[in-house]
């Protein structure tokens, strides 16, 4: 059955490939029911090793990832795949609880719902995900968009790639774009609420601290120091701006 604002895919359109990975099954066909007449292609898995093999061998473009899974818990199934991909993971907590949100998104979750979430808000945000990693393949077609070099960092909007000392930066797509959008604004404060709707494409509650899990990842990959920052500078009750080391 479709819900108000939900769209039917259009003929002709590619279907999104999308892994469950939760051991509970009637979960899995309940969301797969829902799911496949909105236009995606939706298979299973139900333990953490079963699920790690086919992210790692299928082309999936989002994964909707359990945290509380028997042989291998979720925590540790992101950990893997983010050592050989930056598919976007959507991750399931059982209430939702702030310390599994926290450690997801430091390992590399792109975002996260409670297991009680709402179909709607399912379907909202893997389509934002999916919109995200479909830009991602896109843009990797050269093109003539300027790139952005700020001391030794160039962000390159047009192949997606962050380069430090011209070696590139392992980032998942929502890593990348937080970058680029602290480096087309180089120089001037962005609000979170600002970076969430420019990276997330969704709103969020004023308590949704999440971006500042993904700046602190940032930082590390960028050898950056919060308390000294090159690059990174916090700019407390106003938000993140991108400054150039050199200046």
Partial sequence: MLTEGARRPQAGEIKPRLLIIDDDKKLCRL??????????????????????????????????LDVMLPAMDGFEVLRLLRRTSDVPVLMLTAR????DRIVGLEIGADDYL????ST???????????????????????QNEPEIQVGALRVIHASRVALL????????PVEFDLLAALARARGRVKSREQLLEE????????????????????????????????????????????????A
């Fill in 31 to 64: 969301i797969r029911d829902y799911l496949e007449p909105m236009g995606f292609e939706v298979e299973a898995a139900h333990t953490g090793p079963e699920g790690l093999e086919k992210a790692q061998t299928g082309q999936f473009q989002a994964i909707i």
């Fill in 165 to 172: 000392a011209n070696q590139p930066l392992t980032l998942t």
């Fill in 114 to 117: 409670p297991k009680t979430f």
């Fill in 96 to 99: 939702g609880e702030e310390p």
């Fill in 199 to 246: 990276i997330r494409e969704r709103h969020y509650d004023v308590f949704d601290r999440s971006i500042d899990v993904h700046v602190s990842t940032l930082r590390r990959k960028l050898g950056d120091d919060a308390r000294d920052p090159r690059y990174i500078r916090t700019v407390r009750s106003a938000g993140y701006m991108l400054i150039n080391p050199d």
């Fill in 120 to 142: 709607r808000e399912l379907l909202a945000r893997l389509r934002a995900v999916v919109r995200r990693s479909s830009r991602t393949v896109v843009s990797a077609q050269p």
